[in-house]
């Protein structure tokens, strides 16, 4: 064991390679964030990975991952999606794409959405075709690029438009898995949740998968001491430690994405101010807006 071991023990391996950086490199990578093996990602990406495999049957299995916004949904759907980027085959000048993500559009709109996927897939398209010409494209393209599973982030946003278009963009979905036999695993915000059980057909369909949420104690002392290893600050903060723990549950309100965001800012601030660990009193004054606030909050000018 080397002294830099001994000294930095709050630290991994990594974190203590990344002290020797300059100060806006160092900044650079506690910006960037870090991917951590959290109990629940895990379970979710085994089942997504599950999908993969699954024999095209009459109905495909699918999720709706459930959770506020900054949970972590797109986090670990980002992660699933790079997992299995496209496998291009240049002797049979063939395309595989097991994997196919996209972002629903900000309206239940089947042309905008079909649209979505084609860019999604690279290809080329009419953007002015009717809907139904799109929709035999995508299932076209997803039979020749053996599309199984299609990702759909924000799925919310179809409770955007009237009843009757959420009507026909949920149909649609289900044609979509019938006919071209992939599985769908969409995400979005607890009005998701409800718009699809207000189908019986969908609810059923959709098994979802909720994000949990993180309060004090045993399971987020554990995420604050993961993340506090892989800061590369020169001294212990004690994140896990419940006061600490406590004052960033309050300050983040408990979602995970601005518990992490949290941390990163408060760690740049450290830097900056030589300070290089994070302080309860730190925390207090720092020029952060919780997440309950930022729809009301104005900067003093």
């Known amino acids: ?36 093996q959290l ?60 994997v196919v993500m996209v972002d629903a559009p900000p309206k239940p709109d089947l042309s905008d959405f079909y649209s979505r996927i084609m860019d999604s897939l690279m290809t080329p398209y009419k953007p ?7 929709y035999s494209q995508v299932k076209r393209l997803f039979g020749e ?13 179809l409770i955007a438009g ?55 104690g045993r399971q987020l002392g554990t995420l604050l001491k993961t993340l506090e290893r892989r800061t590369p600050l020169r001294k212990p903060s004690g994140l896990h430690y419940p006061e600490m723990m406590q004052a960033i549950y309050m300050k983040s309100e408990s979602t995970l994405g601005d518990i992490f965001d949290l941390v990163k800012t408060a760690a740049v601030d450290a830097i900056r101010s030589g300070e290089e660990a994070i302080t309860e009193k730190q925390l207090e004054a720092l020029d952060w807006v919780p997440p309950s606030k930022r729809k009301t909050y104005r900067r003093r000018l």
């Open 1 to 36: 064991m080397n002294s830099t071991t001994v000294e930095y023990g709050h630290l991994s391996p990594k974190a203590q390679e990344y002290l020797d950086l300059t100060t806006k490199d160092r900044i650079r990578k506690i910006q960037e964030g870090t991917w951590l």
């Open 162 to 216: 009237g009843l009757t278009k959420q009507r026909e963009f949920r149909n649609a979905l289900k044609s979509l898995s019938n006919e071209a036999k992939v599985s769908i695993v969409a995400s979005g915000i607890e009005e998701a949740y409800n718009a699809f059980n207000a189908d019986p057909q969908m609810s059923s369909r959709f098994v979802p998968i909720e994000m949990p949420s993180w309060t004090p």
């Open 128 to 134: 002015t075709a009717p809907v139904y010409e799109k």
């Open 39 to 98: 109990d629940h990602a895990t379970t979710t990406l085994q089942k997504l990975e599950d999908l993969l495999d699954y024999p095209k049957v009459t109905r495909m299995p699918s999720y709706l991952i459930v959770g506020p916004s900054y949970s972590g949904k797109t986090s670990i759907l980002e992660r699933f999606r790079d997992q299995h980027l496209p496998d291009v085959d240049p002797e049979h000048e063939v395309t595989r794409c097991p």
């Open 145 to 157: 690029m053996d599309v199984r599973i299609l990702i759909i982030d924000e799925i919310h946003h």
